[in-house]
């Protein structure tokens, strides 16, 4: 294909969104006409699928429940007048705490306003918020954010390290949709521990993010937390940055929240739209389709050329693989679907992993997140070059790799958005969202649960109650046991590689147990309590 005909294809497939300012070009995703009018049949299940699932449909089938996370950003078209009213009355409780918070009505126990924010939660209720906070957070926010998403105790202590006489003037979020999630209660737990041990009274320095009626909600009232903020049953992890989940810590940060929201529902409307060409998710959903041929085979590489967008890639990480990575399609045919997701960002990556891209194995396409404004409004870049600046280097080196990769057979989608906004931010957020639902219907998939998800967690509880067997059996038997006569007496001889992993850790971190030899035998170790 010549330049010319380059030209005439991108102007052939490129959408545009005046309100938005945004472009979405596939021209460089190779396809066919014939290809796209094949998938048309598909598509117009997909949009009747995503309409019913606005409508109030039980769009998540395997755990029986409705998916709403579109209704956040235009509560008017939530199924029932409840809805409706809950979803602005979250909003409002928000925005009502946050200026409490801002202007010193609810008082730090330290004195003064609160400066500083932890929010401990995982997965959607951490990757959201930090994507979100890296993005579009001031230079001086009223409260500096910190994050505890992991159970990782070395982590939560460097955490709290930067904390250390802060703690009077922290805010502390608790997320945890069911309330029992391990990782977030884990993160209370160790907080708490740390205010006890400061002396200062953790509840009126705390809120929780839950579910109505969940085990967290009832902790946080009990314990006269300052308050208390809902996550809708229909709206999952992954989609919940629209959510109490994204909206508080966001607007703690003086982040515009109904801009997100308000550029968030603009994108919805434009991904409603019946027709793929005049659609921007149904557009990405058919780039995925076809560049993996509709079974994955090619992992997406996301490239935003902008230092705010950094942790996009590891939002979209969840959103994509979450939601796509499936062993059975809606019939219950054995599938394993998925598009697998990594990237860092440009011109990072000109130094780093382009290389391979380029002159590598072709197992992926790339999406390019171009952003037109390179400064704040009306800063001024100076010239490195003559007429040059670093924001035209920037872009110039996009330019340079997407056309690179196309003339070495390697296929690209570029997403240009004007600045990086609340706005346009919400906007990505729910182009994401969508197209990882229409996609998921052409392949006949249910995008909304994660039954692998809750597999590792059912296997980790079971290593857990192990370990609670293994301690007591040694806490009783005189002497010295073997790895295999350790095996016997719990019962367990065929999971004793997983005997031998539990007794190493307790050994590591001076616990109950130590064990005596060489550790390359693991055999031979003798298995003993540990003297007082």
Known sequence: ?????????????????????FYLDISRIRF??????????????????????????????????QVGHYWLRAPELAPTAELTQAIQGCIEQIETFTEKIHHGMIPATGGGRFTELLCVGIGGSALGPQFVAEALAPQQPPLNIHFIDNTDPDGIDRVLARLVGKLGQTLVIITSKSGGTPEPRNGLVEVEQAYRKAGIPFAAHTV???SPGSKLEAQARQGGWLEVFPIFDWV??????????????????????????????????????????????????LAWYIAGQGQGRKDMVVLPYKDRLLLFSRYLQQLVMESLGKSHDLKGNRVEQGIAVYGNKGSTD???????????????????IEVLQDRDEGIPSPFVEPQVTSGDYLSGL???????????????????????????????????????????????????????????KKAASAVLELQRQVIEVVRIHAGSLTLVQLAEKVGSQERIETLYFILRHLHANGREIQLIGDPARPLELEIQVRPA
């Not at 019913?52 to 998540?60: F, M, P, Q, W, Y």
């Not at 130094?351 to 790339?366: E, T």
Request: net charge negative; charged share 15%; proline share 5%.
């Open 236 to 285: 999952g992890g992954r989609t919940s940055e629209t959510s109490a989940v994204g909206l508080l810590p966001a607007a703690l940060q003086g982040i515009d929240i109904r801009a997100l929201l308000t550029g968030a529902a603009t994108m919805d409307e434009a991904t409603r739209v019946p027709e793929v060409k005049q659609n921007p998710a149904a557009l990405l959903a």
């Open 32 to 65: 066919t006409p014939e290809q796209a009018g094949a998938l048309q049949p598909r598509f117009a299940q997909a949009f009747a699928a995503m309409r019913a699932l606005e409508a109030g449909a039980i769009a998540n089938p395997d755990e029986n429940r």
């Open 208 to 210: 929780a993010i839950t």
């Open 350 to 368: 000109q130094h780093a992993y382009v290389q391979q891209l380029r002159d590598g194995i072709n197992n992926f396409f790339v999406t390019f």
């Open 1 to 21: 294909m010549d330049s010319a005909q380059i030209w005439h294809r991108y102007c052939d497939w490129l959408y545009y969104h005046p309100g938005l300012e």
């Open 398 to 456: 996009l330019q340079g790799t997407r056309q690179a990769l196309y003339e070495n057979g390697r296929d690209s989608i570029t997403v240009t958005i004007p600045r990086v906004d609340a706005r346009s931010v919400g906007g990505l957020i729910a182009l994401y969202e969508r197209a990882v639902g229409l996609y998921a219907s052409l392949i006949n998939i249910n995008a909304y649960h994660q039954p692998g998800v809750e597999a590792g």
